[in-house]
């Protein structure tokens, strides 16, 4: 085959790879109800959501839980085997696989630990509500500078495509606290700074589902709330634990109230428990398990809890909790595939000799026919090759064409619907239902490649 032959092989299927990129008509549908649930797992804004928090690789995780939970922020850099590890944790075959990953993100706090000193409002002096407010006017450059750092790190293990979901600042509202020395920071100013970070995040991961932390000791909520960027916004939450599942107050040293929250902001509520002061553990709160007050709860607007420290036989609980909790009112929700490895994601996959004629597209996948070894093939540069096909290891790219680089593969058949190729690192995620596959266009570039190179 010729340069022109092989170009106007190119131009033949240009459309259907254009087809293929081309998002659903979804008008009707929020974001959020879009872009966050997976089917049978993962959180899931219409229902009753349960979570666990981070522990490590070896933890022994109850199976029940839709999500987990991890503050970040602590250290300055990205820290691969810490959030790292906690991101391929919900990986195909991983230990987490089908649940959403969530972030504590108390990265202005944090910072302000390392480089001042700068302790919780109550656990001691000097602390975030005395030069928290300073530190920020100081040093908004490198707080935006983080955000960027994490977001990034994020987008390079998870992708941009599957949802992740950021808490933003726990106690955010310390900051305009009259102990604050060279003066509080106004509502306004924590709005617009606020507005900066969600533009910093979306900006690096638009997968990034946020949420508002609540701070029930607020005063005037109504002016606050009206300050931030609400809009930005999917949920809002507890943060620090010693939330009251048998009361309709948050928590009953304030006086603020579920249902007025989430009445305000229009908003669903993701709430937390079994931890305090410092990040000490309470154990597990058994009055979230109390079925009654779940109820009650859920008619007020929440819709998710978190046990910092869940029991050993959470998940036996749940499964006997879960049949008796209605769906959400009035809520819609678009299921989308579950996760797979990201493109360009650690760990990087192993070189190969053999593999199929499939052509990876950069970024991409790989589509696999089947058939014989093949010499010459590559792995994905920071990827993996899949196959379903004699004459492959798992760890190879095609014979005629090139893994993809920094690309993940799928095993894809050719000429599936375009419908259950939906997951796909090159661009777009979108398949269009009845149309030739993607996975079947890159076979026949492949193929055609393949040709070409020989000649």
């Not at 009707?28 to 490590?56: E, H, L, M, R, Y």
């Not at 609540?214 to 606050?224: D, F, T």
């Not at 928590?251 to 579920?258: A, F, H, I, L, Y």
């Amino acid at each position: 085959m010729n340069r022109t032959a092989f170009f106007r092989t190119l131009l033949l299927f240009a459309p259907w790879a254009l087809a293929a990129c081309e998002p659903p008509q979804t008008a009707d549908v929020k974001p959020i109800a879009q872009a966050i649930s997976w089917p049978q797992t993962g959180f899931n804004p219409c229902q009753f959501n349960f979570g666990a928090a981070w522990q490590g690789t070896a933890f022994n995780y109850p199976a029940g839980p839709s999500y987990t939970t991890l503050w970040l922020g602590d250290k300055e850099n990205w820290n691969e085997f810490w959030e790292g590890e906690f991101l391929r944790s919900h990986w195909p075959e991983q230990k987490l696989y089908g649940r959403t990953p969530l972030f504590y993100s108390y990265i202005i706090a944090f910072t302000a630990r390392r480089e001042r000193g700068l302790k919780d409002c109550d656990t001691g002096s000097p602390n975030l509500c005395e030069q928290g407010a300073t530190f920020i006017r100081q040093n908004e450059a490198k707080i935006l500078e983080q955000y960027r750092k994490f977001a990034s790190n994020t987008a390079r293990i998870w992708g941009k495509v599957n949802p992740v979901i950021w808490l933003m600042e726990p106690d955010y509202f310390q900051y305009t606290d009259n102990r604050q020395q060279g003066g509080p920071m106004t509502y306004e100013q924590l709005g617009a700074l606020m507005t900066k970070i969600v533009n910093v995040i979306q900006g690096e991961l638009p997968n990034a589902v946020l949420s508002m932390d609540i701070s029930p000791w607020v005063q005037n909520p109504q002016a606050w709330f009206a300050a931030l960027p609400m809009s930005k916004f999917s949920f809002i939450n507890t943060s620090g634990g010693r939330t009251d599942a048998d009361s309709d107050k948050v928590r009953n040293e304030n006086n603020m109230r579920w249902r007025d929250v989430a009445q305000l902001t229009k908003l669903p509520i993701i709430a937390d428990d079994g931890y305090g002061v410092g990040g000490g553990s309470l154990g597990h709160d058994a009055t979230w398990d109390n079925v009654n007050n779940i109820k009650a709860r859920l008619a007020d607007g929440v819709i998710a809890i978190t046990q910092g420290n869940p029991r050993s036989d959470w998940n036996t609980i749940l499964s006997q909790l879960r049949p008796q909790l209605a769906a959400v009112p009035n809520c819609t929700v678009m299921t989308v595939p579950k996760p797979a490895p990201p493109p360009g994601s650690d760990p990087p996959a192993k070189g190969g000799a053999s593999g199929t004629s499939g052509m990876g597209g950069v970024g991409g996948a790989v589509a696999n026919t089947g058939g014989k070894p093949g010499a010459g093939g590559q792995g994905g540069a920071g990827g993996d090759a899949a196959s379903n096909s004699a004459g492959n290891t798992g760890e190879n790219g095609g014979s005629g064409g090139d893994g993809g680089a920094g690309g993940e593969a799928q095993d894809m058949a050719a000429g599936h619907a375009g419908a259950d190729n939906e997951f796909f690192g090159i661009g777009c995620a979108f398949g269009g239902a009845g149309a030739p596959g993607y996975s079947g266009l890159l076979l026949m570039l492949g193929l055609a490649l393949r040709r070409w190179r020989r000649r």
